[in-house]
């Protein structure tokens, strides 16, 4: 947005970045004083936002008040929220472009300019669902021909896949004397010339997968080809519209990309800086709350009102507060601890709320600890898991390429709104709803999933679940059952599909 103009209802607030910069901002703390000082981190960043829109129409004085007094109305008013950007999906992209581009043909139509149809919102489009795999790297189907004339001439193949170029010679074996030829694997290793289908295509002369270093790009290229209508339209549309950015395909899935390379913690927009937000098109969003940023995943019509300026509307929700204390085990994985505190949240029933973390054990996690747990969110149920940004979000950032300068502006905003939290200090913690304390300390490692990765087993106690599984009922109603015990392996009897299905398991030690 522009830098608000003479008669904004909070023109009073804004004032200068006391550094080298000397930015504007809106100083949101003044507004609400001891009120603003026990806000939770999340709810300051919708009140920043409510302030910096306030227009009396869309967004009114009473919906700031409203924010500003959560505490007492949480989950009984519904106030409107303006996202800093909108990430969308290829899927959800092409409706959303195809709008805005029947809303240039409607004004051209009524006689208007139909260049000044552009969306109100900064806006990333990614193509990224699309891509399919038709080459892999040691795949016969990189090769459909891999037995030359022969199999054409026995019509084993069909025209269209005869017509395909034989196989050229294995690309890094210096000592290969040519193609993988099926005449020569038949002639000179005894096998038949014919592979099966799906089969990776071995060298004759050194017995090894043949390295295809360019399947990424070949992939590409089929994709370009397979979808270069829709490819153009998206590219006309970043070239027509403006706040409209192009992420092309094959650079990541959406939420990583918005993590690495598109937020910006700290936006700014006509020498005003404020807090980053987004809403996107995809469930996992959240993953992004983690670097301190607030997103969260909403339907296709939602962001498209967000595209045509208007605001999200949420209930003010409640906000959970999760209080981490102590330290990981050094033998406890990242995966330990977020699948640990994910079922801590499944229990206490965090759905349709913001959950935010605090306490020592905050800083015990790295930025790639918290945005995977922020990632669980749809596992959990809540609408957002929201880290502050802290001197360990700052050194992430500091790794990952900020600039240095711009990151101490950042840093001296941020404390100037009290949107930094001080990892060094516990007094002064906001107000929750409620509270959930996780002590890391008790997380350990452990085995779970694949389908079900809530029903974890600790790795000590493997031996006992194991034993406690074979007297459990199986879907026929029978039981595993030991029939006989040796020395140094169990005999196990499984009914399966009302059949019997013997092996031989070894005993734990």
């Not at 060298?203 to 397979?226: A, I």
């Not at 029978?478 to 070894?506: C, D, P, Q, W």
Request: glycine share 8%; hydrophobic share 35%.
């Amino acid at each position: 947005m522009d830098e608000p103009s003479a008669g904004h209802t909070f023109e009073y607030l804004i004032e200068t970045l006391n550094d080298s910069s000397r930015k504007k901002f809106f100083n949101v703390p003044k507004l609400g004083g001891t009120k603003y000082d026990v806000l939770p981190y999340s709810i300051r960043v919708l009140l920043e936002a409510a302030v910096r829109h306030c227009d009396g129409f869309l967004l009114r004085r009473e919906d700031v008040l409203n924010i500003l007094d959560w505490k007492s109305q949480r989950s009984r008013v519904e106030v409107p929220f303006f996202p800093a950007r909108v990430l969308l999906q290829d899927f959800t992209g092409i409706p959303a472009m195809v709008d805005f581009a029947a809303m240039r043909e409607a004004v051209k139509t009524l006689g208007g300019d139909p260049k000044t149809v552009h969306p109100a919102c900064p806006t990333d489009l990614m193509v990224d669902h699309s891509l399919q795999i038709d080459f892999s790297k040691c795949a016969i189907q990189n090769a459909p021909n891999p037995g030359g004339g022969d199999l054409q001439r026995a019509g084993k193949l069909s025209p269209l896949r005869a017509q395909q170029p034989r196989k050229p010679p294995c690309r890094g074996q210096a000592a290969c004397r040519g193609p993988c030829d099926s005449e020569e694997l038949g002639r000179g290793s005894g096998r038949p010339s014919a592979q099966i289908e799906n089969t990776p295509a071995l060298c004759p002369f050194h017995l090894q997968p043949v390295p295809e270093p360019e399947t990424v790009l070949k992939n590409q290229e089929v994709e370009f080809g397979r979808n270069r209508e829709r490819l153009q339209f998206f590219k006309w549309s970043s070239r027509v519209f403006r706040n409209v950015a192009l992420i092309p395909p094959g650079t990541g899935m959406p939420h990583q990309v918005n993590l690495e390379s598109l937020s910006r913690v700290v936006a700014e927009e006509g020498g005003l800086l404020f807090p980053d937000s987004v809403v996107g098109t995809d469930s996992h969003m959240t993953m992004v709350n983690g670097l301190g940023v607030l997103g969260w995943g909403v339907g296709g019509i939602e962001t498209e009102a967000v595209m045509l300026g208007l605001p999200v509307s949420l209930t003010l929700p409640e906000v959970v507060g999760c209080e981490l204390t102590g330290s990981s085990n050094p033998f406890v994985t990242s995966i330990d601890v977020v699948l640990g505190v994910t079922k801590h949240l499944r229990q206490a029933g965090v759905a349709g709320k913001f959950v935010e973390f605090f306490g020592s054990g905050v800083s015990q996690l790295s930025v790639v600890d918290r945005t995977t747990i922020a990632n669980m969110c749809p596992e959990y149920g809540a609408l957002l898991s929201f880290f502050p940004v802290d001197n360990v979000t700052l050194k992430h950032l500091e790794h990952a390429g900020f600039d240095k300068a711009k990151l101490k502006s950042m840093e001296t905003y941020l404390k100037a709104v009290k949107l930094f939290r001080n990892d060094q200090s516990s007094s002064g913690e906001p107000e929750y709803s409620e509270v959930i304390q996780i002590n890391l300390n008790s997380i350990v490692a452990s085995v779970s999933g694949p389908k079900r990765p809530q029903d974890r087993v600790a790795v000590t106690e493997m031996k006992s679940d194991f034993r406690a599984c074979l007297s459990e009922k199986t879907s026929t109603g029978k039981t595993f059952s030991v029939m006989a015990s040796f020395e140094n392996e169990v005999e196990i009897t499984l009914y399966k599909h009302g059949g019997l299905l013997n092996f031989v398991a070894r005993k734990f030690s």
